[in-house]
């Protein structure tokens, strides 16, 4: 390890804003320098993860002074060492992922009046990175001088060095941020109460092995991660069905383990920028402070499900120690702040897909395409009428210049494209049979609706209940009707769906997909045909496209033109056929499904005229053979 420390005084003026009069002080300079085992790719979910690396290193947790500001001011920030207050003023985060990363930070208050720092991940020839950290601090008063030495000099110097060392050694050992351990604290009989839990769990039939873990991690995970915990995240990480850690978590939410809570993501920078406990306090017009807009949150892409321990259990506060850094926003690889007119020229390497470089407060961008035979070298820049509609080929490795032909400074960044899979988002959640059985009283305001993309809608009806009642009597017919449903609620949690209502002998239920509707419908018919014999059989109809989600009776609903258009299908199936909309008879997945199960099915055209529709429509019945 090398471990250079170098300084290089410089003279700044600094003008104080209280008193009106120029001060000078020393900037003090300095840079240090280890060599590190792992490549700077590895590294930098780690060393770029400023809020993690600020906690590990001594950094006090920080106050946002001004996190609900519409302005475009840049966040306050106020914190305090050693019985001192500081505030800050902090310029946007610039990074070239994974070689760079740097801010700078005007103090209002403490002992420095401006600190800036910048983090150089070189790859080494032999393998591994040469990392630089360099930090240039002007003391505000003589305290700052005396101070700056001590604090960053000494200590960070020291503490930065154990946290890079740290971080190398868990990448070479194969840890991630999901299996590094704080001091986490339990709450006052926070033991006990996950011992009573745990046998709770096991006794309702979970998964022992994944109860084990949940536990484990309730226990012992960092506060980084105990406080925002993400199920399909921590089923990734465990190696376990995404589906299974789910269930687990509502599961032991209803326990009382887990309190969840409702994240709603920015669509551009993607981070939760408004948390509510129960769907019925989601506001869904939300301002993202970074983004410098306001946006409506749908079901389908910004509402994640997120959990943390309940607070009888675990203390795990969600405390900030820095803000803005590259890993808040990782599908960001670029982000710059390009003066009026000025021009930049970078190289980066980049993965296959699509790409967007945007500026800040400007709409749209210039969405590339990186594949391995693209241009090595292009000029990008907003024209007076915005973005150009292309999409070029960009190399893996390419070098890219990037002007800002405006009049202001803008923030530039180059984004990913593909969002991360591992939200569990509204849309699919509350579709559940499971949560809704669990949360029935989840439901949106009275009033209030939101997108939640598009749905497979189901409608049923019972064929020859009138018969049944009158053949075998009101009492047995009921019993039997009763069983129907149960069938029917067991095939339709089977395939990840849900029953939103029923009506008299008809049933509403919902799923994401096609392909699960028809299978949840072909099995709950054989149940049926099974268990009555030819006594009921069921009608249904299958329908797919957009839906509003909204609050019915106290309990989630949806409607639109999709759920209307359902519900007139079922009308024209016989019992023992399914009949499906053109949307969903030309669904790929059902096609295909179709095609694998050629021996079972017939399938044939209906023309159909739909009340409340004023042309002919035409439909598929799918009958089993
Ligand atoms: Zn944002």
Redesign the pocket.
């Known amino acids: 390890m090398i471990n250079l420390d170098t300084t290089f005084p410089k003279r700044t003026a600094y003008t104080s804003p209280e008193r009106e009069k120029t001060v000078l002080y020393q900037e003090i300079h300095y840079q240090w320098e280890w060599d590190l085992q792992s490549t700077p790719e590895d590294l930098w979910p780690l060393v770029a993860d400023t809020n993690r690396f600020d906690r590990d290193s001594g950094t006090p947790a920080l106050q946002i002074l001004n996190k609900d500001s519409s302005s475009n001011a840049n966040l306050k920030v106020r914190f305090s060492k050693y019985g001192f207050p500081f505030e800050y003023e902090q310029d946007a985060f610039e990074w070239t992922y994974p070689r760079r990363f740097g801010v700078t930070r005007k103090y209002t208050k403490g002992v420095m009046s401006a600190l800036r720092i910048q983090a150089d991940l070189e790859p080494r020839a032999g393998g591994g990175t040469h990392l630089t950290y360099q930090v240039w601090a002007t003391p505000a008063n003589i305290l700052g001088v005396l101070g700056i030495p001590f604090q960053i000099g000494l200590i960070f110097r020291r503490t930065f060095g154990a946290s890079f060392l740290k971080y190398d050694r868990m990448v070479n050992t194969g840890q991630t941020t999901l299996s590094t351990f704080g001091k986490p604290r339990l709450a006052p009989g926070g033991r006990a109460r996950l011992l009573t839990y745990q046998n709770n769990l096991l006794n309702s039939g979970s998964d022992p092995a994944l109860v084990t873990r949940l536990i484990e991690t309730l226990e012992q995970a960092d506060d980084l991660v105990a406080s925002r915990l993400r199920p399909y995240e921590l089923a990734d990480y465990w190696q376990a069905d995404r589906k299974a850690v789910l269930d687990l978590f509502l599961r032991a939410t209803r326990a009382g383990l887990l309190n969840f809570r409702w994240d709603i993501l920015?669509?551009?920078?993607?981070?939760p920028?408004s948390t509510t406990a129960e769907l019925s306090t989601l506001k869904p017009e939300v301002h993202?402070e970074?983004?410098h807009?306001d946006f409506t949150a749908n079901f389908e892409r910004s509402v994640e499900l997120t959990f943390r321990p309940n607070e009888a259990i675990r203390v795990a506060p969600a405390l900030e120690f820095c803000i803005g850094g590259p890993q808040n926003t990782p599908h960001v690889v670029y982000q710059k702040l390009l003066n009026a007119g000025e021009t930049t020229t970078f190289p980066i390497t980049l993965e296959p897909g699509r790409y967007r470089l945007r500026a800040m407060d400007l709409s749209g961008g210039q969405f590339l395409y990186v594949e391995p035979h693209g241009v090595a070298a292009l000029d990008l820049q907003p024209g007076p009428d915005g973005w150009p509609n292309d999409e070029p080929r960009l190399a893996l490795s390419p070098t890219l210049t990037v002007t800002n032909p405006l009049d202001h400074p803008h923030l530039y960044l180059l984004e990913r494209m593909a969002w991360s899979d591992q939200s569990v988002l509204a849309a699919e959640v509350i579709i559940l049979q499971q949560f809704r059985d669990l949360f029935s009283r989840e439901a949106l305001r009275p009033g209030e609706q939101i997108s939640v993309g598009s749905l497979a809608v189901v409608f049923t009806d019972l064929r020859d209940s009138t018969r049944l009642y009158r053949q075998i009597g009101d009492a047995p017919a009921f019993g039997r009707v009763m069983e129907h449903f149960d069938l029917l609620k067991q095939a339709v949690a089977e395939q990840n769906g849900s029953i939103v209502k029923t009506i008299g002998d008809a049933v509403m239920a919902v799923f994401r997909t096609p392909t699960e509707a028809m299978r949840a419908m072909l099995s709950a018919q054989i149940a049926l045909d099974n268990t009555f014999k030819g006594l009921l059989s069921l009608k249904t109809g299958i329908h797919f496209g957009p839906a509003i989600a909204v609050t019915l009776n106290e309990r989630l609903d949806y409607f639109g033109t999709t759920v209307n258009f359902a519900s007139r299908l079922e009308k024209f199936s016989e019992g023992k056929d399914i009949i499906l909309s053109e949307t969903v008879y030309n669904d790929p997945e059902i096609q295909e499904f179709l095609k694998a199960n050629g021996d079972l099915f017939m399938s044939e055209p209906v023309t159909a005229q739909l009340k409340g529709f004023d042309e002919k429509i035409q439909l598929w019945r799918v009958r089993r053979g």
């Open positions: 920015c669509p551009l920078c993607r981070t920028k993202c970074s983004c807009i």
